[in-house]
């Protein structure tokens, strides 16, 4: 496993404004992850963080609302951009080593985004 | 859509007493994934079983898998007020990438002391 952080863990952002959360982890990782859940639902993945090259977004998502980083292998930040009411969620980051289709995921603490 | 079904969703039993979560999918998987998650911060994995194992444990936790009916169990025995949790599944679908989970839509669980 890795220990795995996020800053910030939460925050309250005005209508139209961009946030940038980073996730941190202790060790080289293969994949990283960025993954939404809103209020009262389940897990949905927004995008595979791929580092030195653009991210894969899942359908649904695209780059310019939300821009992913990933210049090494222990870092990624996620940034919400023109925030509306309508992404107050959870941001979790999630890691994993790519050893097979066995694998297992391992989440970060998660960011709790308020839009006002 | 690919997303997993737990039911219930919601369940409230007392302290000591056994709580199973069910999980249905619906596409053939590489592997099935249970995790907990406390009070909207982040996931913990629990266990995680292969499409090719029926059965598994870890330590108070037992997990079943049925390929044929697409669904799996999570057996917590000896519950505790610790385990109030919201409890999801999460697959990965063979034939696609080997690491994007499908997550279902979770069951809250209540321990009432």
């Known amino acids: 496993s890795a220990v795995i952080s996020q800053k910030p863990s939460r925050d309250i952002c005005q209508r139209g404004t961009s946030l940038t959360i980073q996730c941190q982890v202790d060790?080289?990782?293969?994949?990283m992850f960025w993954y939404r859940q809103q209020p009262g639902q389940s897990l949905t993945l927004i995008a595979t963080a791929n580092q030195g090259s653009e991210a894969t977004y899942e359908s649904g998502f695209v780059i310019d609302k939300f821009p992913i980083s990933r210049p090494n292998l222990t870092f990624s930040t996620l940034t919400v951009s023109n925030m509306s009411p309508e992404d107050s969620s959870i941001y979790l980051c999630?890691?994993?080593?790519?050893?097979?289709?066995?694998?297992?995921?391992?989440f970060g603490p998660g960011t709790r985004l308020t839009v006002l | 859509s690919q997303q997993g079904e737990e039911d219930p969703q919601a369940l409230s039993i007392q302290e000591g007493e056994n709580a199973t979560m069910n999980c249905s999918y619906k596409?053939?998987?590489?592997?099935l994934q249970w995790y907990r998650q406390n009070s909207g911060r982040g996931l913990v994995h629990l266990i995680l079983i292969r499409s090719n194992e029926r059965e598994k444990h870890s330590g108070r936790l037992r997990v079943t898998l049925d390929t044929s009916k697409k669904s799996s169990s999570l057996l917590i025995t000896a519950s505790r007020a610790a385990d109030t949790a919201s409890y999801f599944c999460?697959?990965?679908?063979?034939?696609?990438?080997?690491?994007?989970?499908?997550f279902g839509k979770g069951t809250l669980l209540t321990v009432n002391p």
């Open positions: 999630s890691v994993e080593w790519d050893r097979g289709p066995w694998d297992e995921q391992f």
């Open positions: 999460a697959t990965v679908y063979s034939g696609g990438s080997n690491y994007k989970l499908t």
């Open positions: 596409t053939s998987i590489n592997n």
């Open positions: 060790s080289q990782v293969t994949m």
